[in-house]
C-alpha cells in the first residue's frame, strides 16, 4: 500500500513553503538577537536600552506565536492575527524612519567656527574606547583641523574649546569622559583645552551638566555624537 501522504503534501505544499515557518523562526530570532547586541554593547542609556530589549521581546513574541500557528500547535482568533501583524509593522516602519533619519543627519556637513565641540560618550570596555566612540572622536578631530585657523606664521589664533562628556557605567574601569580625552591628547590635543564632565549617565545628562563649561550661553556650539 502506497504510503498516507501528510497534510502538506494533500494541499499540494512545495518544500519551499512548508519551511516557511522555520525561516520565519529564524527571522526573528535573528532580528531580536540584533536588538539585543545594540542594546549591550552600543546603547548607554538605561530607557534606550530597555526600548531596544522590549523591541526584541516583541519580535521573539510575533514570530514563535507564528511558528506555532503554521506547525499547528496554537490557534488564535483572527483578530489577534491582524492586531499582531500591524504591530509588527508599525515597530518595522518606525525603526525603519528612524534608521534614514539617523543616516540622514549623519551625511550633512557641520555648520563652521563652532567656539565649542561637545562630545557626547559611548560605551568604555575596560579601558580601550569602542568602535563606535572612535568614530565621534576621529569626527571631532577632523573638524578640529577643519575650523581652527592658523595665521601665516603658524601661531593658532582660534581655538575651539573640548568638552567630553560621560560617566562610568557596568564594565568601565575609567569614565567615558577620561577614556575621551586620553584618546585626545594621544592625537595632538593639548590636555588644558579639554573639559571633562564624568558624572552623566544619557544624553539629556550630558547636555546638561556640560552647560556649566560653557559661561556664554550664546556660544555656538558644536555636538558630536553617532
Known amino acids: 500500500a502506497a504510503p498516507e501522504r501528510t497534510g502538506a503534501e494533500k494541499a499540494g505544499k512545495s518544500e519551499w513553503e512548508k519551511e516557511q515557518p522555520d525561516r520565519m523562526a529564524g527571522i526573528g530570532l535573528c532580528a531580536s538577537a540584533l536588538l539585543v547586541n545594540t542594546a549591550v554593547h552600543h546603547v548607554t542609556s538605561y530607557p534606550s536600552r530597555l526600548f531596544f530589549i522590549l523591541q526584541a521581546v516583541f519580535f521573539a513574541g510575533?514570530?514563535?506565536?507564528?511558528?506555532?500557528?503554521?506547525?499547528?500547535?496554537?490557534?488564535?482568533?483572527?483578530?489577534?492575527?491582524?492586531?499582531?501583524?500591524?504591530?509588527?509593522?508599525?515597530?518595522?516602519?518606525?525603526?525603519?524612519?528612524?534608521?534614514?533619519?539617523?543616516?540622514?543627519?549623519?551625511?550633512?556637513?557641520?555648520?563652521?567656527?563652532?567656539?565649542?565641540?561637545?562630545?557626547?560618550?559611548?560605551?568604555?570596555?575596560?579601558?580601550?574606547?569602542?568602535?563606535?566612540?572612535?568614530?565621534?572622536?576621529?569626527?571631532?578631530?577632523?573638524?578640529?583641523?577643519?575650523?581652527?585657523?592658523?595665521?601665516?606664521?603658524?601661531?593658532?589664533?582660534?581655538?575651539?574649546?573640548?568638552?567630553?562628556?560621560?560617566?562610568?557605567?557596568?564594565?568601565?574601569?575609567?569614565?567615558?569622559?577620561?577614556a575621551m580625552k586620553d584618546y585626545l591628547c594621544a592625537h595632538g590635543i593639548e590636555a588644558s583645552r579639554i573639559f571633562m564632565e564624568a558624572q552623566s549617565t544619557d544624553t539629556e545628562k550630558n547636555i546638561a551638566y556640560s552647560a556649566r563649561f560653557i559661561p556664554d550661553k550664546n556660544a555656538k556650539i558644536g555636538v558630536v555624537s553617532n
Open 62 to 178: 510575533i514570530f514563535a506565536v507564528r511558528y506555532a500557528q503554521n506547525k499547528g500547535i496554537l490557534i488564535l482568533p483572527m483578530w489577534i492575527n491582524v492586531l499582531s501583524a500591524a504591530g509588527l509593522l508599525i515597530l518595522i516602519s518606525s525603526f525603519c524612519l528612524v534608521q534614514a533619519l539617523i543616516t540622514v543627519q549623519m551625511k550633512q556637513k557641520p555648520e563652521p567656527d563652532c567656539e565649542y565641540l561637545l562630545i557626547l560618550g559611548c560605551r568604555v570596555r575596560g579601558l580601550e574606547i569602542t568602535k563606535s566612540l572612535r568614530y565621534r572622536l576621529d569626527a571631532a578631530l577632523a573638524y578640529l583641523e577643519q575650523n581652527e585657523k592658523h595665521s601665516k606664521d603658524n601661531t593658532q589664533n582660534k581655538t575651539i574649546h573640548i568638552i567630553v562628556s560621560g560617566g562610568q557605567g557596568p564594565g568601565e574601569d575609567i569614565s567615558e569622559a577620561q
